[in-house]
């Protein structure tokens, strides 16, 4: 509280002197410190990690395998014909197949750990605004979740699977970056 009534006797001193330089000096260091007040309060580096660099909106094409212990999921671009696919553990696969309907998957009674998610997530008051597949090795797929809550994103890392059954669980969009589309993905038809 000293410092500022320092800071606003000295501006009241320079109109009263009519030192314009030593004002323009105080404005602008006055301007610059609440910026960044206000760039440390917000989130902004995740913010832009949320947003990516160039999603592209994808579907689920497919869910296939010889049995649910060995399933590929295929992701296929909204608007294109490009497709990527990836290796699902058993409890991605299961839940994806059963929110795409698969009438071979028995309904489960008890939640499952993406409907805990989803559900502790809305009780919080934040809500699943997307999933990313953000980058990928030779190995495997990277992906995020980025939630919302009262105007502030998180993004969490998360296995592209996992990801995947929680946007669907959710109703939120999915999608895959440019880049991991042209390096990792296919052309298809349709």
Sequence with gaps: ??????????????????????????????????????LGRTNLPAEAAAAGTAPVEVTVQDL?????????????EKNGNRRISMAVGTTEALAIARQRGNSQIPPDQQPQAYDLMKDAITQMGGRIDRVIVNDATQREYLAQVVVSNNGESRVIKARPGDAVALALKAGAPIFVEDKVLDRFGTRGSG
């Design 1 to 38: 509280m000293v410092l500022w009534t320092r800071v606003f006797q000295r501006l009241l001193f320079a109109l009263y002197r009519q030192r314009v330089p030593i004002l323009i000096i105080l404005l602008i260091s006055i301007g610059a410190g609440t910026y960044y007040l206000w």
């Design 64 to 76: 296939a395998g010889q049995n649910i212990s060995n399933m590929t999921l295929t992701l296929k």
